[in-house]
């Protein structure tokens, strides 16, 4: 994966000659390790807005202390040495790379010294050519036909993948045209168009292989490989663009635009989209448009390449160092593009969150081809969220907007902001849905929640096996021999999709044939189905913590159980308060009396009423208590010795466990807290106690030893 560079660097205007050499030093081995990582093995490993940073660092120290800039410099030489393996190919003509612009000023500037340079009063013609990232390439043809294939290397020595190259049928192994020159080297960039890229790699996925991390890297790979074969069955494209050595210019008075032309007339696919300009302006204009475009184009493009349109031009202008003077590459902001969002659809997390999430048009950006990004809420949406949305107030996002999409390192891709001037007036605005996607059960939004949950706890496939994980965990059914493993397992196989199913499973084994999955035998199914049998009576506290119903932890699980007594009563009283909902409230006397119990409050209310409003849940909840026994819970007793006290258990106990004095307690009416404070009544202590029983000490709280305590409860 690409991630962001993490390098920290020293201010340049700071830097003494001895720090700058060694900056320097440490900038030229990471441009080489990342040139290296980009030219031979099609994989980089930081963004290019990160890449071109660490080389206009390098470029600025160079540019102050000019005494240390060397031949071998990063900015004295362009891509990497060809790899091992492939035949090296000499250029006739270097191919060099470009200079980048990142403001619309230094365009500006490139056009003024083309000016100062040439002793122009006007502005030459200039061509803006979207810039394809893909695989630089050259192709040599003499008296018409394909003789080589080169990639670009480091600009004076590539790779010879004419094997390959023949492969590609928008490269064409003779040009057509009456007038060719006996020798000419035509250059272009190989691509892959986004949509095939998308098929490529789900069909490495589905084959176990490498999956490429964007276009650019999948067509570099593809056209890179040992075996042509395998580069036939890739999807590769071909724009020509420029030219190397040429023994004659099929024309007089050659321009860039007319070449162009050439190209396309000799078989070539030139880019539709290159056009002409005549000022500075027409030129941002055309960056602009085809920025906004960017999403929608069939390929990657990373920015617009101005090149002065007279070849003349080109050839008094010449070259400095690794680029020519006569064009630059306007790169787009770094880690944002534009795109259209197509549509929202909402995910179901495993506690039942509905997040909604926004299908984009593939568009790449920092190196990844983005498809999705989070919209968190519906208060996200609506522009009116108070938790980080880079949103205007009040601007919306609708299915069909023109976005901004944003991405920083490994940060989850998010929309900046919408083009509102590209929205069609007819565009409604989204509507949050009020029911899961998944299972059809009602949403619920709880007061002070941006989020909305599905109700279906019990029955909602997003939510069922950490759903099941729960039902089957310690303080819920406990069932020895099914744990997390156990439930996915069983759950991929369709035989466990909700509570009622494990209990059915031995009845369901004539057809199942539990035995003959891996790992089991006749004895351990054996296990299994006693371990499941022996819980089929469980305490209603178990039971109502296993429903998983959101705010219902043990505790509160231990008070409804002790409020209500036995199943029947609890399950009558909750359909009552379930009854009792309205858009105004719940007046009925069972909601009350529910909200009314020490402990549970508005919040907890809600929720329970909520899961007992869906249908789903219940159904499910009447499956479930056909197979199994709910044992009514023994009431606390008032009259003890520590009947109303608050206890708090600490260090290792061993005449007990911690679980077993829990209950104890809770039985002879005693609150059984976690921490320590000055309401704690007790603190019993067993071995290697530690800051609980310091803090008991500290704050004059009764100290109790094991011992000490079951004399206090009688035994």
Known sequence: MISKSKTAAPDIDKLTKPKAKVELMRLRLAIEGHDKAYYQDDAPKIPDADYDALRRRLEAIE????????????????????????????????????????????????????????????????????????????????????????????????EDVTANVRTIADIPTTLKAKTIPAACELRGEVYMLKHDFLALNKRQEEAGDTVFANPRNSAAGSLRQKD????????????????????????????????????????????????????????????????????????????????????????????????????????????????????????????????????LQPVTVGGVVVQNATLHNE????????????????????????????????????????VLDKRPADLPAYKFPHKCPVCGSHAAREEGEAVWRCTGALICPAQ??????????????????????????????????APADIFTLKARNAELKLENLEGYGETSVRNLFAAIDARRNIELNRLIFA??????????????????????????????????????????????DLDNIA????????????????????????????????????????DTAVAGKTVVFTGALTKFTRDEAKAAAERLGAKVAGSVSKKTDYVVAGEDAGSKLTKARDLGVAVLTEDEWLALIGG
Not at 344 to 353: E, F, K, L, P, S
Not at 390 to 399: H, N, Q, S, Y
Not at 548 to 566: D, F, Q, T
């Open 379 to 418: 208060d996200y949406i609506k522009g009116v969220g108070s938790d980080g949305s880079p949103l205007r107030d009040g601007v919306d996002i609708r299915e069909g907007d023109t976005v901004v999409v944003q991405r920083a390192g490994d940060v989850i891709p998010q929309i900046v902001t919408v």
């Open 464 to 497: 069922a096996v950490e759903r099941l994980k729960h039902f089957v965990s310690r303080l819920a059914f406990d069932i020895d021999g099914l744990g997390e493993k156990q439930i996915v397992l069983f759950h991929e196989r369709g035989w466990v999709k």
């Open 599 to 638: 402990g549970i409050g508005d919040v907890v209310a809600e929720a329970v009423v909520e899961f007992f409003a869906e249908p789903r849940n219940v159904g499910a909840l009447d499956a479930l208590l056909r197979e199994i026994e709910v044992l009514p819970v023994e009431q606390a007793k008032q």
């Open 63 to 158: 540019a102050k202390f000019p005494e240390l800039l060397s031949a071998s410099s990063p900015s004295q030489t362009v891509g990497a040495a060809p790899a091992r393996g492939f035949s090296k190919v000499q250029h006739a003509v270097p191919m060099l790379s470009l200079g980048n612009a990142f403001s619309d000023d230094e365009v500006g500037e490139f056009v003024e010294r083309v000016q100062r340079f040439l002793k122009l009063e006007d502005i030459p013609a200039i061509v803006a050519e979207p810039k394809i990232d893909g695989l630089s390439l050259s192709l040599r043809y003499e008296n018409g036909t394909l003789v080589r294939a080169a990639t670009r290397g480091d600009g004076f020595t590539g």
């Open 228 to 359: 042509v074969e395998v580069t036939r069955s890739r999807p590769l494209k071909f724009f020509a663009y420029a030219w190397g050595e040429m023994s004659d210019y099929p024309m007089e008075s050659p321009t860039q635009h007319a070449m162009l032309a050439w190209l396309g007339e000799v078989g070539f696919t030139v880019n539709p989209e290159i056009t002409l300009c005549h000022s500075v302006d027409d030129a941002l204009a055309f960056y602009r448009r085809i920025g906004e475009r960017r999403a929608a184009l069939p390929y990657d493009i990373d920015g617009v390449v101005y090149k002065v349109d007279r070849l003349d031009y080109q050839a008094r202008l010449g070259f400095v160092s690794r680029s020519p003077r006569w064009a630059i590459a306007h790169k787009f902001a770094a880690e944002q593009a534009t795109t259209v969002l197509e549509k929202i659809d909402i995910q179901v997390g495993r506690t039942g969150a509905m997040t909604p999430v926004a299908r």
């Open 547 to 592: 429903l998983g119903i959101r705010h219902v932890g043990e505790g509160n699980a231990k008070l409804l159980a002790r409020h209500y007594g036995s199943i029947d009563v609890f399950l009558a009283a909750m359909r009552a308060a379930a009854e009792g909902q309205t858009p105004e409230g719940n007046t009925s006397e069972a909601y009350q």
